[in-house]
């Protein structure tokens, strides 16, 4: 199982081998000890060695007693340590993947519904119920963009792999631009290394708290090759960030009462991090900022030909 191969269940039984190993050794060590003083007392001769005799037996028998009684203690600890932390382990992977079957199927009813309500909108274009339909339908969406965090919470929570592939953001964009019409994009068509899915995430993240959460009425998303890195700078002009920008990216941390769950940030930064990027928040007088860094996309071919042309000029 991937249970085992965890790093928490791996430090439980690296402790348990490595703690009953010194208390062997201490064992090992008393007892080495009152054999040396054994042997030097039976070298002085006399009422000496006749006197310590029984002393020595005794000693003897109190380091062996000690020793197995410290080691047995250390066994049960360390073997309660890692059973408790399988246990532990175990139950979270089972939870996650409750939780990803839940959210992977609650995805395709949400759809549906939002289908059927933008069909009834074209259907009650004039009518008093309209109102209705459209709240309806902002709530669905809500829902559905929870619905999306909470998937991507429990992939990260899984460790799945991401694909790494050649990415143009520009198209990424495109796509958020059906559901936002608020985003505006400039030099975005260098291709990046990144995984599509991902980088669509955490764009959409960012939208989504920009116009709920900042109020803001437009989006830039501008890109900037620096290097062998694009930097994708996205800012909007909403109300901005008045606390610690050092907590936006804590997980299940509400700022203000608008504030959703507390995962959009928090996520941004983590499928970031396993694209090999980085990420920076800013809040500035023009709204809310934030500064995405991603390795340009090379080909391996092309990695291979600089390779050697590197070699033959070292």
């Known amino acids: 199982m991937k249970v085992w191969k965890d790093s928490r269940l791996i430090f439980s039984v690296a402790w348990l081998v490595l703690t009953v190993s010194l208390g062997f050794w201490w064992m090992l060590l008393g007892l080495q000890q009152v054999n040396e003083v054994s042997m030097l007392r039976r070298a002085a001769g006399g009422e000496l060695a006749e006197v310590g005799e029984g002393l020595e037996i005794r000693r003897r028998r109190m380091i062996v007693m000690e020793g197995v009684f410290f080691l047995t203690l250390l066994s049960v600890g360390g073997a309660t340590l890692i059973w408790l932390t399988y246990r532990d382990l175990k139950r979270n992977r089972l939870l996650n993947d409750f939780f990803s079957t839940v959210t992977h199927e609650m995805k395709t009813p949400l759809a549906s519904l939002q289908l059927q309500l933008e069909t009834l909108l074209e259907d009650f274009s004039k009518d008093p119920v309209r109102g209705r339909l459209e709240r309806l339908l902002k709530e669905n969406r809500r829902i559905g963009s929870q619905i999306n965090k909470a998937f991507e919470l429990a992939s990260l929570m899984r460790e799945e792999n991401l694909y790494l592939e050649e990415v143009v953001p520009a198209h990424v964009v495109e796509r958020l631009r059906v559901d936002w019409s608020v985003i505006h994009m400039q030099d975005l068509q260098t291709p990046v290394r990144a995984d599509r899915r991902a980088l669509e995430g955490v764009l959409r993240n ?21 290097s062998n890195q694009m930097e994708i700078v996205v800012q909007d002009n909403g109300r901005g960030f008045a606390g610690r920008v050092s907590q936006l990216s804590e997980a299940f941390v509400r700022h203000s009462s608008t504030s959703g769950t507390g995962l959009g940030l928090y996520i941004v930064r983590r499928l970031i991090t396993k694209m090999q990027g980085r990420v920076r928040f800013e809040s500035n007088a023009q709204g809310f900022c934030v500064r995405i860094s991603l390795p340009l996309y090379r080909p391996k071919a092309l990695s291979a030909k600089q390779n050697a042309a590197q070699g033959r000029y070292t």
């Open 206 to 226: 960012l939208v989504e708290n920009a116009v709920q959460h900042g109020a803001a009425n437009s989006v830039q998303i501008n890109g900037t090759v620096r």
